[in-house]
């Protein structure tokens, strides 16, 4: 069966950096774009980061209040992909999801609806 299983949260100061990694087994990997979303406690789930499956321009999509300051990347040989989160803030601190979506439309990346598969989470606390 598919599995995501994310790694690499944990405390982090204010300014600080961490690299969120996101293991995918059961899928074929490449055919599948990936996404980071995020929830802080009392609010929704919300839209971080993705990465194309395809040579979809530009390939990869942030939300605003990442832009600058978290990357996305994949390795297709190695079914991971990963998000590389600098000069973190309080309102970062949330649980972390990584998610697969099996050759979606670069227009709906951004949508919880269009992802099939997703992982348990990860904690990202920052402290001020």
């Known amino acids: 069966q598919v599995q995501l299983v994310e790694s690499g949260g944990g405390l982090v100061q204010t300014g600080g950096s961490l690299r969120l990694s996101c293991a995918a087994s059961g899928l074929t990997f490449s055919s599948y774009g990936m996404g980071w979303f995020r929830q802080a406690p009392g609010k929704e789930r919300e839209f971080v980061a993705a990465?194309?499956?395809?040579?979809?321009?530009?390939?990869?999509d942030y939300a605003d209040f990442v832009k600058g300051r978290f990357t996305i990347s994949r390795d297709n040989a190695k079914n991971t992909v990963s998000l590389q989160m600098n000069n973190l803030k309080s309102e970062d601190t949330a649980v972390y999801y990584c998610?697969?979506?099996?050759?979606?439309?670069?227009?709906?990346?951004?949508?919880?609806?269009?992802?099939?598969?997703w992982g348990q989470g990860t904690q990202v606390t920052v402290s001020s």
């Open positions: 990465i194309s499956w395809s040579d979809w321009s530009g390939g990869t």
């Open positions: 998610a697969a979506a099996y050759m979606p439309n670069h227009r709906n990346y951004r949508f919880i609806r269009t992802y099939e598969y």
